[in-house]
């Protein structure tokens, strides 16, 4: 099982802070032959739709020293655990969890933003300090 990344478990308690029920940690995906570790599962009851909206998130750090290294291996876990759970699980949503400062220094780059609609990335932008998410983008 690989290591958890250095803001796991802020991203953990941003969710509960947000009503999330942390329910895989880590989420297991078991496809073609391939074993994957999504860093979380979680789901939140919704009232006014009277069922479960389920979520599969995977939290990076972007700590190295080249955000742009960091965004190629976080880009190339995320199309693969996206494929395998549109095969197992098309109802769960993956996200990017980016902290805060990388969203608002590097993610706000023309091409990286190019790169994020291209490939339909959904990000958690999270509040390290505060263990907060302080933004969906879908």
Do not use: C
């Not at 955000?67 to 291996?73: G, K, M, Q």
């Not at 549109?86 to 933003?113: C, G, N």
């Amino acid at each position: 099982m690989p290591a958890k990344d250095i803001f796991h478990d802020a991203v953990r308690n941003a969710l509960l802070k947000d009503g999330w029920t942390i329910t895989h940690d880590p989420f297991v995906i078991q496809y073609g032959g391939v074993d994957q570790f999504v860093d979380l599962g979680a789901e939140k009851i919704l009232a006014a739709q009277k069922g479960k909206r389920k979520i599969a998130v995977e939290v990076k750090s972007f700590a190295a020293p080249s955000p742009l290294s960091d965004f190629h291996t976080a880009l190339g876990q995320f199309l693969d655990y996206r494929l395998a759970l549109e095969k197992l699980e098309p109802s769960r949503i993956l996200y990017l969890a980016v902290p805060s400062d990388t969203y608002k220094s590097f993610f706000s780059l023309q091409f990286i933003e190019e790169v994020v609609a291209t490939y339909r990335l959904k990000l958690a932008v999270y509040e390290v300090t505060k263990e907060e998410i302080i933004k969906w983008q879908e």
